[in-house]
């Protein structure tokens, strides 16, 4: 086990101390019934800790419609998982790997099943790797978590080496990038806040609200609706519960007045999201299953651990046909053979 790997395990299991739950990257506690058993945090020395079941949250649940086939894109396998993806100006999609690479799948083969990890190209090495986001001139930004003074996102330029862009404190999690500001927006999910972060490297705090901070893991994935209005995910609440709140855009750029677009059990674990045509997708990591939550709040399922999920820590939307292909990132913390990038279809 690489150092960088062993520092990020500990501060999860000590999460995992602190709540009982598991935890994992980007993670979240108990599992579903979707599943026999849940994924639980390896702890510091490697081992694994008891796994843990929850009852099927179904109170906010709509009738879940048949589900479409999940693939395998590729097969990372081995020690090194899979937590983030971003597709590229030119439709390559790029995926973090925890130990500390981005990879890249070119456009071409998006659309393939069954690659091995071999496949692809190792575009950046770093520290670590956990949100991967994308802008439009090239550069890949990561977020790296080491809980040390390489933590924060480095920047990748396309066909340049890997380099800090800004130290960020605490766990570092995921980005998005706002084109309309050239900025980053930067969860950090040990303490609950979201900082912009521009392309020169100047860090401020965007959104420091009291519902994004938990005894657990708080602020974590974060995305963009087509109206403009931000979304961040908190993945443990209280009563085993998840979050979403949707935050308005300020003409200025500033964080408007956040409000709940959805909390229950259906999401807890909410880890990556994504949007589409008002919904938003979420990855709920240890309930093994991907979960959309409708504007008017109500849920349903995707797909599930007999699709193959494994601990999903996010979901995109890859730019081709027509936006039907939701790519999954199995991050597989407990089962590494597990870890891939998986594809299926939800028709619009």
């Known amino acids: 086990m690489t150092r960088r790997l062993a520092t990020r395990r500990r501060f999860l299991a000590s999460c995992s101390a602190i709540t009982g739950v598991g935890l994992a990257g980007c993670t979240g506690g108990d599992g579903s019934a979707e599943t026999d058993s849940t994924p639980?945090?390896?702890?510091?020395?490697?081992?694994?800790?008891?796994?843990?079941?929850?009852?099927?949250?179904?109170?906010t649940e709509t009738d879940t419609p048949?589900?479409?086939?999940?693939?395998?894109?590729?097969?990372?396998?081995?020690?090194?998982?899979?937590?983030n993806m971003a597709f590229g100006p030119e439709g390559d999609l790029y995926f973090g790997i925890t130990a500390g690479e981005v990879r890249r799948i070119p456009a071409d083969q998006t659309g393939a099943t069954g690659l091995a990890l071999e496949d692809t190209e190792q575009v950046a090495t770093l520290p670590a790797a956990i949100g991967v986001e994308?802008?439009?001139?090239?550069?890949v930004y990561v977020a790296v978590a080491t809980q040390d003074e390489r933590a924060g996102v480095w920047e990748v330029p396309p066909d340049g080496e890997a380099t800090q862009l800004v130290e960020i404190g605490g766990f570092p999690n995921d980005i998005h990038y706002d084109a309309d500001r050239e900025r980053l927006l930067v969860t950090e999910s040990r303490n609950g806040v979201v900082y912009?972060?521009?392309t020169g490297g100047e860090r401020s705090?965007?959104?420091?609200?009291?519902r994004l901070a938990t005894e657990s893991f708080g602020a974590n994935g974060i995305t963009r609706d087509a109206d403009g209005d931000i979304y961040v995910a908190v993945t443990r609440a209280p009563e085993?519960?998840?979050?979403?709140?949707?935050?308005?855009?300020?003409?200025?750029?500033?964080?408007?007045?956040?409000s709940m677009f959805s909390e229950g059990g259906a999401i807890f674990g909410a880890d990556g999201i994504t949007s589409r045509d008002?919904?938003?997708?979420?990855?709920?990591?240890?309930?093994?299953?991907?979960?959309?939550?409708?504007?008017?709040?109500?849920?349903?399922?995707?797909?599930?651990?007999?699709?193959?999920?494994?601990f999903p820590s996010d979901v995109l939307f890859g730019p081709?046909?027509?936006?039907?292909?939701?790519?999954?990132?199995?991050?597989?913390?407990?089962?590494?053979?597990?870890?891939?990038?998986?594809?299926?279809?939800?028709?619009?």
């Open 205 to 210: 705090t965007w959104l420091d609200d009291d």
């Open 66 to 83: 048949e589900p479409a086939a999940v693939e395998t894109v590729v097969s990372v396998g081995g020690d090194r998982v899979p937590e």
């Open 134 to 139: 994308a802008a439009p001139d090239g550069t």
């Open 40 to 59: 639980t945090p390896t702890d510091a020395d490697g081992g694994a800790g008891p796994a843990t079941t929850t009852d099927e949250p179904t109170a």
């Open 196 to 198: 912009a972060v521009t």
């Open 320 to 348: 081709g046909d027509g936006g039907e292909s939701l790519f999954i990132c199995n991050f597989a913390n407990q089962s590494p053979e597990d870890g891939a990038i998986l594809r299926t279809s939800v028709p619009r």
């Open 278 to 310: 008002g919904d938003i997708y979420v990855a709920a990591n240890s309930q093994n299953r991907v979960v959309r939550v409708t504007a008017d709040g109500a849920t349903d399922t995707v797909a599930t651990g007999d699709d193959g999920l494994v």
């Open 240 to 258: 085993e519960t998840g979050r979403l709140l949707r935050v308005p855009v300020e003409s200025d750029g500033a964080a408007g007045e956040p």
